[in-house]
């Protein structure tokens, strides 16, 4: 590929990059431009509609990164293939700003690993519940609340709540009369969705650094080994709660069908999965969490997946402005598809704390 043609000749000198070197465009992720430079170098034009203030992305990746070296360095690991590397401009600032206003920044690939949407077995799914387990606990100590908060309430479920009833008082689209039986669904469980920021606000429990995006694909896995070796993606690193990282993974992974499937016969939340997952990320961030962390991990589940299923109905509603669809009702059936999840993990709330108290010990 010809590197000018996709990145400016400016962005590559200013990283102190040879003009005239293999680039070659990296797929998979939803919102920022990414390539692969010279076979060793991550560069990524930051999306900065959806992140308003890169500069403050970098702050936090710049804090995080620093202990999570510290930390891999204190037992013995080796840091330069662990954890994400930011490389400076020749001027010795984290990112670029180029003559058109867009800010890039750069990172150093690790080389022999690969990433995956899905995972293939419940021993990848143990990994990635480690690799996101550890990285809570390498964080643990580390002053969150000085953390920029990259999206104002990304993962405040009451917040997500009002926007839903928002949209549907505005319905733009003329759409309400659709969607009854989801209004029915979201709007009983408004009570529900507070339980959370309620014991954050009562001091219950404490804020941590989050990833806020800990999906499989933001994990690095070994080529030979299948070990994973990196968590990658941190321009969501923010203030917030374990559960909500433990949530986020548990919604797409321990789910049996994609998050648009329309058949909800196919669509099971798996106890199995949760249980790999659980051990997985307990198995290193077991010790740093509070019992009351413990206790509301699986409520985290619930809640990950309510708020996404209530973001996708009021998308539908305000006409499909925020996810990319590929069809009408594309929004609608995602939502349908999350509070199937939702119904069915009220019902497994039993069942899902248990497989913690046995994965944490207690």
């Not at 702050?59 to 930390?71: F, K, S």
Request: contains cysteine; negative net charge.
């Amino acid at each position: 590929m010809d590197n000018l043609s996709v990145i400016p000749k400016e962005v590559l000198e200013a990283f102190g990059l040879p003009a005239e070197c293999p680039v070659s465009v990296l797929h998979g992720g939803h919102i920022n431009d990414t390539y692969l430079v010279n076979e060793k170098y991550v560069l990524q034009r930051i999306n900065t509609f959806v992140f308003a203030h890169p500069a403050h992305i970098m702050d936090n990746m710049l804090g995080v990164t620093r202990q999570l070296r510290e930390r891999v360095l204190q037992r013995g690991g080796d840091p330069d293939r662990e954890i994400l590397q930011v490389v400076s401009t020749a001027a010795g600032q984290p990112g670029f700003t180029d003559s058109q206003g867009q800010y890039w920044r750069c990172t150093l690939c690790i080389p022999g690993t690969d990433s995956f949407e899905t995972p293939d077995s419940p021993q990848m799914l143990w990994e990635a519940g480690r690799a996101f387990g550890e990285f809570q606990a390498m964080l643990t100590g580390y002053p969150a609340a000085t953390l920029h908060e990259i999206i104002p309430n990304f993962h405040n479920t009451p917040a997500r709540v009002q926007q839903l009833k928002d949209a549907a008082a505005a319905d733009p689209k003329g759409r309400l009369a659709e969607v009854g039986p989801e209004m029915d669904f979201a709007l009983s469980r408004q009570e529900e969705a507070g339980f959370l920021a309620g014991m954050l606000e009562k001091g219950q429990l404490p804020l941590r650094v989050t990833h806020n995006d800990t999906k499989m694909s933001n994990i690095l896995f070994d080529h030979k080994t299948k070990k994973a070796v990196c968590v990658i993606d941190l321009d969501t690193v923010m203030p917030g709660l374990a559960a909500f990282d433990f949530g986020d993974s548990i919604r797409a992974g321990a789910s049996t069908a994609a998050e648009d499937e329309t058949d909800l016969s196919k669509v099971k939340f798996d106890l199995e999965l949760y249980r790999a997952y659980t051990q997985g990320f307990l198995s290193a961030a077991g010790s740093a969490l509070t019992p009351a962390e413990l206790e509301t991990l699986p409520d985290g589940a619930w809640a990950m997946t309510f708020e996404v299923g209530i973001r996708f109905l009021a998308d539908y509603l305000n006409g499909d402005v925020y996810f990319r669809t590929a069809y009408p009702q594309h929004n609608l059936d995602r939502a349908r598809n999350q509070f199937h999840l939702v119904k069915q993990m009220e019902d497994l709330r039993r069942e899902m704390g248990q497989i913690v108290k046995e994965a944490a010990g207690i």
